[in-house]
């Protein structure tokens, strides 16, 4: 078990078109069996870190360290790193316990101390009533729980899982989730998590790192990342149907400060604390996120209002997405399946002040 | 323009893919099929088009027998989930492919392009070439290809599912306003439950050899007609329990871990279930599993108490795994609630939502 | 790895470069420097390693023979058409083979076409000669060795395309169909299109083959139609060979592939690392 420290890491991969920054500075901290992952589009960094970690790339610059313990110039073998890939990679032509129990029979472990190894993770993984098959015969869960198992069986210090769920369908997905979760608790490994899908991110971690153009945009819990997202990408990134963001003129009527939307009838009003924020910044002008989970139809309490048109009703079994449309400008909501808004009817849509996050429109930082 | 039937069609390979498979897709209709992958919801695509010979049965385009008719006189356009757009080509000569095919001449080429293109918004893109532009970016270009021909039948095969979030729910927008798309008959093929309820005027779930329900999307959520069905729509999955019927019909008990648990049977299930054998599978939705504060009244649910097992804050919706009697109910719940595994709560079930169905097979009992 | 061992590794790679260097570029080197040496100079028992005396003449002076440019002539003539045709037969079948005949059979027939090439080409030299013998043209044509040549060339050529073509996706040309192109059309817009850069690389290999081919050129031509293989041993003075000459023609003789090599070494790698076109 191990303390994973990311000092200042920089990546510079060589490339014809000059040199390309993959990784910028990146500080992270990831506590003794904590649950980290690591959420970023692709492109923004994120395999190119997870490779740093388990060695399979050299460092440009910074420092890791595994516990107080530099790893820099370690191979994968002596940093005690497991890593479960995106493919099962399984051997088709060995049967599962065989699968599982290869890692311990390449370190030359004696037969009766690998049968009885295999058993614990195939128990732990709830594999156990497989052991003798095939892979092939095996569905795409399962072949993923294997895949996991052959990882664990090492007893590694870190534990790395890349986009190990993208192959799923979408209601095992879910199962599989908890199911990790779940491993994850009884074993209490430092696990680092790499995925582009947000969903899979919040229910799986502790902490979620967000990247994007090889730098740490924000590195918090699923609240902090959704309620005070560090700028407009963590905001747009996480949550889904995605924010709903408005250009914005900060307008002061009475002492009032409402942030209104040109050319619509938009305009929101926020917390008191962002009103200040906003006041001590100026400017003339701000970059609005809502989330559509926050925008009612229903009546609520202590509420702004806004009075839209219906573009779309979109009905989804649990929920209705709702489109709306004021001269051009197009934003969501969530309601109830059974929502009472047909396309083109007008309705008031209430939100709660402390639900509007504020922008800066130029560094699209949050104001706060 | 026409209507498209199949007429228990039946195309396998090692095994029967599509088994005595009928369908008709009216003009103007918009038929979602989404079912698991590997399910045969590509092959059924493909065999529409005329890629795929029939084992037996017929397609009929506009009342047409098309069956010996090959793909390219079939008017037929179809999007590939790996959107299949030629590399050697830039965007432009892949929309107008269809155009060239038909040796339509310049002027009304490139006018027809540049409208499907200004329609896609993939105007400034017409240049390039397929690997210089985003994974949206080329599911319109594939979709621009399909609307230049102006065909009689779309066929969509996963057309958004690889893209982001984002670009998903502008497409899914898009979808649902092309006039293009809206006046012909469309089949659009997915694996995703609620792109399939937002866009399908009716929907198709498909198992195996087929399709286990068709209807539109209020129907095949709320009035599922097998357990295949329920299981496939909605995130998280349906609470699945197998329970045994009281003698008296009023109440099933579900046995697990030990222990063992009562749900009332809501009055009007009551006829349904006595004809039932002893065993069921009782279907809950997790959105119909409320968690109640402490002294709120029970408003027609059923109360249980539990214990929190995991509780997940995930996008918008949180999701609760509570354990009672042995038995684990997911539920959904607000993202922003607070439980702790381990602490006492108390479920609101609805049980005028339960489903029930047979032990043997999975079919709804009362649907 | 640590960073000693990748030092290690590196040096390493470096020096077997180094010596694979020196064992392939020696005899480039010494034929160069042969092709400008005197008479006097070629066949001393101790070499020497620079002329001691430059004779650049020496490349006008294979030319004096107009043997040599007409064999150089004859040797484009013959590979060149029978690149032509090799590509074009083997394309055809490639094509058939990749698409139309899959399975058991498919997988022989194409094995069996390949294994065409591996029999010694010694074995059927003499039978070679009376079957062209029988026919209107003889054997000292062109046409005769254009059409031998194709007994090596198709196989690989069509194996070549063959793999080719099942790496072009199959997709592409479904979704041409779809658009409206019938299946021969369909090949034309999209599927050559896509195994272009192959198609240059088994021309450039058919093109080298039929270019430097001796054996059967020597046994069955040399009057009327005389490629340059067969053209170099005749640069003798007596008993003794020029070889200074024989180094001069040969290198002039090596320059049409490596142009042909460099026009088309873009197209070269692209086919030869196929899988390229998709995405």
């Known amino acids: 078990m191990a303390r994973v420290t990311l000092d200042t890491v920089n990546k510079i991969y060589p490339s014809r078109h000059g040199p390309v920054h993959a990784v910028q500075d990146l500080d992270i901290t990831i506590e003794d069996g904590e649950f980290v992952a690591v959420l970023g589009p692709s492109g ?37 790193v497991a890593m479960a890939f995106e493919t099962y990679a399984l051997y088709p032509n060995f049967t599962i316990a065989e699968n599982l129990g290869f890692p311990l029979e390449v370190r030359g472990v004696d037969r009766k101390a690998r049968e009885a190894e295999v058993l614990r993770v195939a128990r732990l993984l709830r594999i156990e009533d497989i052991l003798g098959h095939k892979p092939a015969h095996l569905s795409g869960g399962q072949q993923q729980r294997v895949s996991l198992g052959r990882a664990l069986i090492r007893d590694p210090a870190v534990f790395i899982l ?83 963001f408005f250009d914005a003129e900060v307008t002061e009527t009475a002492g009032e400060i409402a942030l209104a939307v040109p050319g619509t009838d938009l305009a929101f009003t926020t917390s008191p604390a962002r009103v200040a924020a906003l006041r001590n910044r100026g400017g003339k002008r701000a970059i609005v996120g809502i ?69 800066d429109t130029d560094t699209e930082a949050l104001v706060a | 323009m026409a209507r498209l039937e199949l007429q228990e069609i039946c195309k396998g390979f090692d095994e029967p893919v599509l088994d005595r498979l009928s369908l008709t897709v009216e003009e103007g209709e918009f038929f979602v099929v989404v079912g698991p992958s590997g399910i045969g919801k590509t092959t059924l695509l493909r065999c529409v088009a005329g890629l795929e010979v029939l084992d037996a049965g017929r397609v009929l385009i506009g009342g047409t027998d098309v069956t010996r008719i090959p793909p390219y006189r079939r008017r037929v356009a179809m999007t590939f989930e790996s959107y299949a757009l030629y590399p050697h080509l830039t965007v432009f000569e892949n929309i107008a492919s269809p155009l060239r095919a038909r040796k339509a001449d310049r002027a009304a080429l490139e006018r027809r392009v540049g409208e499907v293109a200004r329609l896609l918004r993939i105007d400034q893109l017409l240049d390039r070439k397929p690997h210089e532009i985003s994974g949206g970016q080329k599911q319109r270009t594939a979709l621009g290809r399909t609307l230049v021909a102006e065909p009689d039948i779309f066929l969509l095969d996963e057309p958004i599912s690889h893209l982001d979030a984002k670009i998903r729910h502008e497409l899914r927008r898009q979808f649902h306003t092309l006039e293009e798309l809206r006046r012909v008959a469309t089949i659009y093929v997915t694996h995703d439950y609620a792109e399939a309820l937002s866009l399908g005027d009716r929907i198709g779930i498909m198992g195996r050899g087929g399709l286990e329900q068709v209807g539109t999307a209020r129907e095949v959520f709320q009035r599922p007609t097998s357990l295949f069905v329920a299981r496939h729509m909605g995130q998280p999955s349906i609470n699945e329990l197998a329970c045994e019927l009281a003698a008296e019909g009023d109440a099933v008990r579900a046995v697990a871990g030990g222990g063992s648990v009562a749900f009332a049977v809501a009055p009007a ?3 349904a279930l006595n004809g039932g054998t002893g065993r069921l599978t009782v279907g809950i939705r997790p959105q119909h599993i409320a968690v109640l504060p402490e002294g709120a009244a029970a408003d027609g649910r059923q109360i249980v108490e539990a214990r929190v097992e995991i509780f997940e804050a995930l996008g918008a919706t949180g999701v609760l795994i509570a354990e009672t009697g042995g038995v684990s109910l997911t539920a959904l719940t607000s993202p922003d609630a607070r439980f702790e595994p381990g602490q006492p709560i108390r479920l609101g079930l609805a049980t005028d939502s339960f489903l029930y169905f047979g032990a043997d097979g999975g079919r709804n009992l009362h649907g | 790895m640590t ?172 979704a041409a169909y779809l658009d409206g192109y019938s299946p021969f059309r369909a090949f ?41 293989p067969v053209h170099i041993p005749t640069f003798t003075l007596g008993s003794q060979t020029l070889w200074n000459l024989v180094m001069a023609f040969s290198l002039v003789a090596m320059l049409p592939p490596v142009i042909l090599f460099i026009v088309l070494r873009r197209y070269m790698v692209r086919g030869l690392s196929l899988g390229v076109v998709k995405g």
């Open chain 2, 269 to 271: 299930h009551r006829a």
């Open chain 1, 291 to 359: 989330r559509p989970q926050n925008l009612f139809i229903t009546p609520l309490d202590d509420a702004g209002s806004v009075t839209a048109t219906v573009a779309l009703n979109e009905y989804l079994g649990e929920q209705s997405i709702l489109t709306f449309d004021d001269k051009g400008v197009s934003f969501r909501a969530l309601a109830p399946p059974d929502a009472d808004a047909k396309t083109g009817a007008t309705v008031a849509v209430r939100y709660r002040p402390a639900d509007v996050m504020v922008f």
């Open chain 1, 162 to 244: 890349d986009e190990v769920m993208s192959h799923l369908d979408a209601h095992l997905k879910l199962q599989m989730l908890f199911e990790l979760k779940r491993i994850h608790q009884s074993m209490g490994k430092t696990m680092v998590y790499v995925t582009h899908d947000q969903m899979e991110a919040l229910a799986l971690a502790d902490r979620v790192a967000v990247m994007s153009n090889a730098r740490l945009q924000q590195f918090g819990t699923r609240d902090e990342l959704y309620h005070a997202p560090a700028n407009r990408f963590v905001a747009d990134f996480i949550g889904e149907p995605p924010t709903n």
């Open chain 3, 3 to 174: 960073a000693a061992n990748v030092k290690l590794v590196k040096t390493l790679v470096l020096a077997f470069l180094a010596i694979w260097l020196v064992f392939t570029g020696f005899p480039l080197f010494f034929m160069i420097v042969t092709s400008l040496k005197p008479v006097e100079e070629i066949n001393r028992m101790v070499p020497t390693f620079w002329p001691e005396t430059m004779r650049p003449q020496n490349y006008a002076g294979i030319f004096a023979d107009p043997g040599s440019l007409k064999s150089l002539v004859d040797s484009l003539i013959v590979s060149s058409a029978n690149t032509v045709l090799s590509l074009f037969l083997g394309t055809l079948a490639g094509y058939a083979l990749a698409r139309w005949v899959r399975g058991v059979v498919g997988e022989n027939l194409a094995f069996f076409i390949l294994s065409n090439r591996m029999f010694p080409p010694v074995a059927i030299l003499i039978p070679m000669f009376f079957l062209f013998d029988a026919t209107p043209w003889g054997t000292d044509s062109y046409v005769s060795l254009i059409v031998l040549y194709l007994v090596f060339n198709m196989p690989l050529a069509t194996w070549l395309m063959m793999v080719f073509f099942r790496d072009a996706p199959r997709e592409l040309e479904e």
């Open chain 3, 188 to 228: 034309f817009k999209v599927t050559l299109p896509l195994v272009f850069p192959g198609m240059i690389s088994v021309a450039m290999l058919c093109w080298i083959f039929a270019w430097n081919e001796y054996l059967f050129a020597n046994l069955l031509t040399g009057t009327t139609v005389k490629t340059f």
């Open chain 1, 44 to 80: 923004c960094g994120k395999t190119s870190t997870l490779r740093m970690i388990v060695g399979l790339e050299t460092i440009t610059g910074g420092t890791i360290r595994f516990d107080d313990r530099p790893v820099n110039e370690l191979t994968p073998e002596q940093r005690n």
